[in-house]
Protein backbone atom coordinates (compact mmCIF):
# COMPACT_ATOMS: atom_id res chain seq x y z
CA UNK A 1 0.00 0.00 0.00
CA UNK A 2 0.98 3.63 -0.51
CA UNK A 3 2.26 6.00 1.95
CA UNK A 4 -0.35 7.02 3.86
CA UNK A 5 -1.25 10.79 4.34
CA UNK A 6 -0.23 12.75 7.39
CA UNK A 7 -2.53 12.27 10.76
CA UNK A 8 -1.92 15.15 13.25
CA UNK A 9 -1.02 13.64 16.33
CA UNK A 10 -2.93 15.21 18.16
CA UNK A 11 -5.76 14.55 21.40
CA UNK A 12 -6.23 17.79 23.03
CA UNK A 13 -7.70 21.20 22.14
CA UNK A 14 -4.66 23.46 22.00
CA UNK A 15 -1.98 21.91 19.84
CA UNK A 16 -0.15 18.43 20.17
CA UNK A 17 0.13 17.39 23.58
CA UNK A 18 -0.31 13.67 23.32
CA UNK A 19 1.51 10.41 24.62
CA UNK A 20 3.96 10.62 21.54
CA UNK A 21 7.66 10.76 21.61
CA UNK A 22 10.56 12.80 21.77
CA UNK A 23 10.92 13.07 18.42
CA UNK A 24 6.96 14.12 17.87
CA UNK A 25 7.03 17.05 20.49
CA UNK A 26 10.58 18.55 20.13
CA UNK A 27 13.83 17.48 22.21
CA UNK A 28 14.48 20.28 24.64
CA UNK A 29 18.25 20.21 26.03
CA UNK A 30 19.17 19.09 29.32
CA UNK A 31 18.98 22.63 31.21
CA UNK A 32 15.77 23.66 30.15
CA UNK A 33 14.53 19.68 31.17
CA UNK A 34 16.31 20.14 34.53
CA UNK A 35 14.91 23.49 35.15
CA UNK A 36 11.21 21.55 34.31
CA UNK A 37 11.73 19.51 36.72
CA UNK A 38 13.61 21.58 39.37
CA UNK A 39 9.79 24.13 38.54
CA UNK A 40 7.52 20.88 38.81
CA UNK A 41 9.01 19.40 42.41
CA UNK A 42 8.55 23.20 43.81
CA UNK A 43 4.98 23.14 42.34
CA UNK A 44 3.82 20.01 43.72
CA UNK A 45 5.31 20.80 47.45
CA UNK A 46 3.41 24.05 47.16
CA UNK A 47 0.08 22.39 46.40
CA UNK A 48 0.70 19.85 49.34
CA UNK A 49 0.64 16.66 46.08
CA UNK A 50 2.07 13.41 47.96
CA UNK A 51 3.02 12.14 44.40
CA UNK A 52 6.02 10.24 42.74
CA UNK A 53 8.37 11.34 39.97
CA UNK A 54 9.70 9.09 37.26
CA UNK A 55 13.29 9.45 35.98
CA UNK A 56 11.81 11.32 32.71
CA UNK A 57 10.85 13.83 35.25
CA UNK A 58 6.96 13.45 35.00
CA UNK A 59 5.49 13.69 38.35
CA UNK A 60 2.19 11.67 39.62
CA UNK A 61 -0.50 12.43 42.21
CA UNK A 62 -3.57 10.63 42.54
CA UNK A 63 -6.24 12.50 43.97
CA UNK A 64 -9.07 10.38 44.28
CA UNK A 65 -9.36 6.65 43.99
CA UNK A 66 -12.06 4.87 42.13
CA UNK A 67 -13.66 1.81 43.05
CA UNK A 68 -12.32 -0.12 39.78
CA UNK A 69 -9.50 -2.64 39.87
CA UNK A 70 -9.02 -2.78 36.14
CA UNK A 71 -5.85 -0.92 35.13
CA UNK A 72 -4.64 0.01 31.98
CA UNK A 73 -2.18 -1.95 29.77
CA UNK A 74 0.23 -1.67 27.15
CA UNK A 75 -1.59 -1.37 23.76
CA UNK A 76 -4.66 -0.49 24.99
CA UNK A 77 -6.86 2.44 24.32
CA UNK A 78 -7.92 4.95 27.31
CA UNK A 79 -10.45 7.15 27.80
CA UNK A 80 -10.24 10.40 29.93
CA UNK A 81 -11.04 13.66 30.79
CA UNK A 82 -8.74 16.56 31.51
CA UNK A 83 -8.06 19.98 32.74
CA UNK A 84 -4.93 21.59 31.25
CA UNK A 85 -2.80 24.18 33.17
CA UNK A 86 0.89 25.86 32.34
CA UNK A 87 2.80 26.07 35.24
CA UNK A 88 4.03 29.73 35.11
CA UNK A 89 6.59 31.64 37.89
CA UNK A 90 4.60 34.16 39.40
CA UNK A 91 5.35 36.75 42.22
CA UNK A 92 8.51 36.26 44.01
CA UNK A 93 9.45 33.54 41.25
CA UNK A 94 7.04 31.05 42.86
CA UNK A 95 5.44 28.43 40.62
CA UNK A 96 1.91 28.84 40.25
CA UNK A 97 -0.75 27.48 37.68
CA UNK A 98 -3.21 29.11 34.72
CA UNK A 99 -5.87 27.04 33.24
CA UNK A 100 -5.91 26.48 29.77
CA UNK A 101 -8.48 24.04 28.67
CA UNK A 102 -10.95 21.58 30.00
CA UNK A 103 -12.65 18.98 28.32
CA UNK A 104 -14.93 17.87 31.41
CA UNK A 105 -17.75 19.55 29.87
CA UNK A 106 -17.39 18.51 26.33
CA UNK A 107 -16.20 14.93 25.17
CA UNK A 108 -13.50 12.06 26.13
CA UNK A 109 -9.81 12.26 24.46
CA UNK A 110 -8.71 9.21 23.38
CA UNK A 111 -5.07 7.63 23.33
CA UNK A 112 -3.20 4.48 22.31
CA UNK A 113 -1.06 3.46 25.54
CA UNK A 114 2.36 2.49 24.05
CA UNK A 115 4.52 1.90 27.39
CA UNK A 116 7.62 2.95 25.98
CA UNK A 117 6.56 6.58 25.12
CA UNK A 118 7.37 8.90 28.07
CA UNK A 119 4.98 11.49 28.94
CA UNK A 120 0.68 11.42 29.41
CA UNK A 121 1.49 7.60 29.18
CA UNK A 122 3.23 7.13 31.80
CA UNK A 123 0.55 8.87 34.69
CA UNK A 124 -2.32 6.99 32.77
CA UNK A 125 -0.39 3.38 33.25
CA UNK A 126 -0.31 4.37 36.99
CA UNK A 127 -4.20 4.57 37.25
CA UNK A 128 -7.23 2.63 37.93
CA UNK A 129 -10.45 3.22 35.71
CA UNK A 130 -12.32 5.82 38.09
CA UNK A 131 -9.21 7.35 39.16
CA UNK A 132 -8.64 10.98 39.15
CA UNK A 133 -4.75 12.05 39.53
CA UNK A 134 -2.35 15.30 38.39
CA UNK A 135 0.28 14.81 36.05
CA UNK A 136 2.88 17.61 36.15
CA UNK A 137 4.62 17.36 32.34
CA UNK A 138 7.85 18.61 31.61
CA UNK A 139 7.70 20.87 28.24
CA UNK A 140 9.64 17.66 26.10
CA UNK A 141 6.34 16.12 26.98
CA UNK A 142 3.81 18.61 26.18
CA UNK A 143 4.40 21.57 23.71
CA UNK A 144 8.09 21.87 23.76
CA UNK A 145 9.65 24.56 22.54
CA UNK A 146 7.22 25.83 19.98
CA UNK A 147 5.14 26.26 23.01
CA UNK A 148 1.01 26.22 22.28
CA UNK A 149 0.28 27.35 18.56
CA UNK A 150 -2.42 30.29 19.87
CA UNK A 151 0.45 31.35 22.69
CA UNK A 152 -1.29 30.66 25.61
CA UNK A 153 1.40 28.28 26.49
CA UNK A 154 4.96 29.09 25.89
CA UNK A 155 7.84 27.64 24.73
CA UNK A 156 9.69 25.57 27.48
CA UNK A 157 6.71 25.56 29.83
CA UNK A 158 5.43 22.49 31.70
CA UNK A 159 2.09 21.73 32.09
CA UNK A 160 -0.11 19.87 34.79
CA UNK A 161 -3.18 17.96 33.87
CA UNK A 162 -5.92 16.76 36.25
CA UNK A 163 -7.29 13.68 34.63
CA UNK A 164 -10.22 11.24 35.20
CA UNK A 165 -9.88 7.94 34.09
CA UNK A 166 -12.80 6.81 33.05
CA UNK A 167 -12.64 3.53 30.59
CA UNK A 168 -10.05 0.97 28.67
CA UNK A 169 -10.27 -0.85 25.92
CA UNK A 170 -8.80 -3.87 24.16
CA UNK A 171 -8.70 -3.82 20.75
CA UNK A 172 -11.04 -6.49 20.20
CA UNK A 173 -13.63 -4.29 22.22
CA UNK A 174 -12.79 -1.26 20.45
CA UNK A 175 -13.75 -3.27 17.09
CA UNK A 176 -16.21 -4.51 18.75
CA UNK A 177 -18.08 -1.13 20.08
CA UNK A 178 -17.39 0.43 16.82
CA UNK A 179 -19.19 -2.37 14.86
CA UNK A 180 -22.64 -2.11 17.27
CA UNK A 181 -22.57 1.41 17.01
CA UNK A 182 -22.47 1.67 13.26
CA UNK A 183 -24.85 -1.25 13.14
CA UNK A 184 -22.43 -3.56 11.40
CA UNK A 185 -22.60 -7.38 11.24
CA UNK A 186 -20.08 -9.08 10.42
CA UNK A 187 -20.88 -12.25 7.65
CA UNK A 188 -17.32 -13.83 8.78
CA UNK A 189 -15.00 -13.33 11.57
CA UNK A 190 -11.61 -15.12 11.40
CA UNK A 191 -8.89 -16.28 13.33
CA UNK A 192 -6.91 -13.20 12.80
CA UNK A 193 -9.30 -11.10 14.14
CA UNK A 194 -10.63 -9.58 10.99
CA UNK A 195 -14.13 -8.60 10.75
CA UNK A 196 -15.57 -9.02 7.09
CA UNK A 197 -18.92 -7.07 6.13
CA UNK A 198 -19.92 -7.83 2.20
CA UNK A 199 -21.23 -4.60 0.81
CA UNK A 200 -21.24 -5.89 -2.78
CA UNK A 201 -21.73 -9.28 -3.82
CA UNK A 202 -20.46 -10.05 -7.71
CA UNK A 203 -21.72 -13.90 -7.89
CA UNK A 204 -20.20 -14.14 -10.97
CA UNK A 205 -16.67 -12.59 -10.05
CA UNK A 206 -13.20 -14.89 -9.38
CA UNK A 207 -11.70 -15.18 -6.40
CA UNK A 208 -8.17 -14.11 -6.51
CA UNK A 209 -5.12 -16.22 -6.04
CA UNK A 210 -1.56 -15.30 -3.90
CA UNK A 211 0.61 -13.93 -6.62
CA UNK A 212 -1.52 -12.41 -8.74
CA UNK A 213 -2.03 -8.21 -9.24
CA UNK A 214 -5.10 -6.98 -7.68
CA UNK A 215 -6.32 -3.62 -9.01
CA UNK A 216 -8.22 -1.87 -6.42
CA UNK A 217 -10.16 0.59 -4.61
CA UNK A 218 -10.05 1.23 -1.05
CA UNK A 219 -10.67 3.98 1.33
CA UNK A 220 -8.58 3.59 5.42
CA UNK A 221 -9.33 5.26 8.15
CA UNK A 222 -8.94 4.96 12.34
CA UNK A 223 -11.94 3.52 14.06
CA UNK A 224 -12.33 7.00 15.88
CA UNK A 225 -11.34 9.20 12.88
CA UNK A 226 -14.13 11.09 10.56
CA UNK A 227 -11.53 11.56 7.83
CA UNK A 228 -9.92 8.76 5.71
CA UNK A 229 -6.02 8.65 6.67
CA UNK A 230 -5.47 7.44 2.55
CA UNK A 231 -7.87 6.75 -0.12
CA UNK A 232 -7.53 6.24 -3.71
CA UNK A 233 -9.94 8.66 -4.56
CA UNK A 234 -11.85 7.77 -8.01
CA UNK A 235 -8.45 6.42 -8.90
CA UNK A 236 -7.21 2.58 -8.23
CA UNK A 237 -4.20 0.70 -6.74
CA UNK A 238 -2.29 -2.05 -7.84
CA UNK A 239 -0.75 -4.47 -5.54
CA UNK A 240 -0.33 -7.94 -5.25
CA UNK A 241 -1.49 -10.09 -3.26
CA UNK A 242 0.26 -11.65 -0.17
CA UNK A 243 2.56 -8.69 -0.04
CA UNK A 244 0.45 -6.26 1.70
CA UNK A 245 0.14 -5.31 4.56
CA UNK A 246 -1.76 -8.74 6.50
CA UNK A 247 -5.41 -7.71 6.77
CA UNK A 248 -5.27 -5.81 4.04
CA UNK A 249 -4.32 -9.14 2.28
CA UNK A 250 -6.43 -11.16 4.16
CA UNK A 251 -9.42 -8.70 3.20
CA UNK A 252 -8.84 -8.99 -0.20
CA UNK A 253 -8.75 -12.59 -0.47
CA UNK A 254 -12.35 -12.45 0.32
CA UNK A 255 -13.36 -10.78 -2.30
CA UNK A 256 -14.12 -11.77 -5.79
CA UNK A 257 -14.04 -9.31 -8.64
CA UNK A 258 -16.01 -6.73 -8.23
CA UNK A 259 -17.23 -7.30 -4.93
CA UNK A 260 -17.11 -4.17 -2.60
CA UNK A 261 -17.11 -4.82 1.54
CA UNK A 262 -15.78 -3.27 4.65
CA UNK A 263 -12.76 -4.86 6.53
CA UNK A 264 -11.43 -4.24 10.60
CA UNK A 265 -8.57 -5.79 11.99
CA UNK A 266 -6.40 -4.97 15.14
CA UNK A 267 -3.17 -3.96 14.66
CA UNK A 268 -1.65 -7.66 15.00
CA UNK A 269 -2.24 -7.87 11.13
CA UNK A 270 -2.08 -3.91 10.88
CA UNK A 271 1.12 -2.11 11.49
CA UNK A 272 1.34 -3.49 15.04
CA UNK A 273 3.12 -1.85 17.94
CA UNK A 274 4.89 0.51 15.68
CA UNK A 275 2.45 2.17 13.61
CA UNK A 276 3.27 3.62 10.19
CA UNK A 277 3.62 7.32 9.65
CA UNK A 278 -0.24 8.11 10.62
CA UNK A 279 -1.00 5.30 11.91
CA UNK A 280 -0.62 5.30 15.73
CA UNK A 281 1.15 1.73 17.73
CA UNK A 282 -1.93 -1.05 18.40
CA UNK A 283 -4.40 0.54 16.18
CA UNK A 284 -6.88 -1.09 14.25
CA UNK A 285 -8.38 0.49 11.40
CA UNK A 286 -10.99 -0.05 8.78
CA UNK A 287 -11.07 -0.54 5.37
CA UNK A 288 -13.38 -0.06 2.72
CA UNK A 289 -12.41 -1.67 -0.19
CA UNK A 290 -13.36 -2.65 -4.03
CA UNK A 291 -11.80 -5.70 -5.80
CA UNK A 292 -11.82 -4.23 -9.50
CA UNK A 293 -9.65 -6.74 -11.00
CA UNK A 294 -7.09 -9.80 -10.61
CA UNK A 295 -4.64 -10.70 -12.93
Same mark, same amino acid.
Given at each position: ???????????????????????????????????????????????????????????????????????????????????????????????????????????????????????????????????????????????????????????????????? $??? /? *? @?? &???????? !? #????????????? $??? /? *? @?? &???????? !? #????????????? $??????? &?????????????????????? $??????? &?????????????????????????????????????
Amino acid at each position: MRTPYVFICSLLMISGLTACSKEDVGLTDDSILQTNKDDILSYATSKGLSGTSTPTGVYYSLNKAGSSTITPSNGQEAEFNYTLSVLLHGTNNVVTDKLIDSTFARKSSYTYLVATNPGLTEGLLRMHEGDKSTILLPSIYAFGTAGSTDGAILPNSPVRLDIS $LKR /V *R @TE &DQQIDEYL !T #ANKLTPSDVSITG $LRF /V *R @TL &DNSTGKTP !T #AGQTLTVRYRGQL $LRATTAF &DSTGAGTYSTVLGQSVPGFDEG $LSKLKVG &DKAMIIFPSKIGYGSAGNGSIPPYAPMRFDIELVSAQ
